[in-house]
């Protein structure tokens, strides 16, 4: 199937905002969550939202923040970023919210938020 293919990242100064955008594999029903995660220099990867038909979650550090959305016709997750903070610098991923149906990660994209 491979693996996700995530772009949008970038260098953004505090309080600005991105959109990222994920193609996944068409392999992928509309019905299974899909995720983002990201991952901070000397941490752990961490679930930051998630997106399946019966609604949407979101780490509480960016809730009312950012925004998960999807285009099944397109096989594509988004993330929309907004009031972006430093701690939100990190490499971001896309792949299913369920861990067992990861297969692999693609190399992610870069979010540096600084001044």
């Known amino acids: 199937q491979g693996h996700p293919v995530e772009s949008g990242g970038g260098l953004v100064q505090p309080g600005g905002s991105l959109r990222l955008s994920c193609v996944h594999s068409?392999?992928?029903?509309?019905?299974?969550?899909m995720a983002w995660y990201r991952q901070a220099p000397g941490k752990q990867r961490e679930l930051v939202a998630s997106?399946?038909?019966?609604?949407?979650r979101y780490l509480d550090s960016v809730k009312g923040r950012f925004t998960i959305s999807r285009d099944n016709a397109k096989n594509t997750v988004y993330l929309q970023m907004s009031s972006l903070k430093p701690e939100d610098t990190a490499v971001y991923y896309c792949?299913?919210?369920?861990?067992?149906?990861?297969?692999?990660w693609g190399q992610g994209t870069q979010v540096t938020v600084s001044s």
């Open positions: 792949n299913p919210g369920d861990p067992r149906l990861i297969s692999s």
């Open positions: 068409r392999g992928i029903s509309r019905l299974t969550a």
């Open positions: 997106i399946r038909s019966d609604g949407r």
